[in-house]
């Protein structure tokens, strides 16, 4: 069995809207060792925001995930592969800001 230490992904994720975040992904193709991938590929997501790491999910078949209600901070995600029970090293997306959400204006305005 081939290890996956370092299976290559290009990780991208962005604010998609106010609290979402889309993240995605490539496949690799290859083992470490440049030999092809042969079986299923799932992928196992996680979250890293002010020192600590969260899985969001694991078993993933497709190529996003869409994180929901996030709050405003600073964030980077990390998205490793599955393959024959091996997994990959993880790969990491820049990190993103969520912001806080502007004030409402000021009401009963008036002039005299």
Request: aromatic share 10%.
């Given at each position: 069995?081939?290890?996956?230490?370092?299976?290559?992904?290009?990780?991208?994720?962005?604010?998609?809207?106010a609290?979402?975040?889309?993240?995605?992904?490539?496949a690799?193709?290859?083992?470490?060792?440049?030999?092809?991938?042969?079986g299923?590929?799932?992928?196992?997501?996680?979250?890293?925001?002010?020192?600590?790491?969260?899985?969001?999910?694991?078993?993933?078949?497709?190529?996003?995930?869409?994180?929901?209600?996030?709050?405003?901070?600073?964030?980077?995600?990390?998205?490793s592969?599955?393959?024959?029970?091996?997994?990959?090293?993880?790969?990491?997306?820049?990190?993103?800001?969520?912001a806080?959400?502007?004030?409402?204006?000021?009401?009963?305005?008036?002039?005299?």
């Open positions: 069995m081939k290890l996956l230490a370092s299976v290559f992904l290009s990780l991208l994720a962005f604010a998609a809207q609290k979402t975040v889309l993240i995605s992904w490539t690799p193709t290859t083992n470490t060792d440049g030999t092809a991938i042969v299923p590929i799932t992928y196992t997501v996680y979250q890293y925001t002010n020192a600590v790491s969260t899985q969001l999910a694991t078993g993933v078949v497709g190529l996003t995930f869409t994180t929901l209600n996030l709050p405003p901070g600073k964030y980077s995600f990390q998205v592969a599955w393959v024959n029970g091996m997994q990959s090293v993880a790969a990491t997306s820049p990190i993103i800001t969520i806080a959400p502007p004030p409402n204006p000021p009401t009963a305005v008036t002039a005299i």
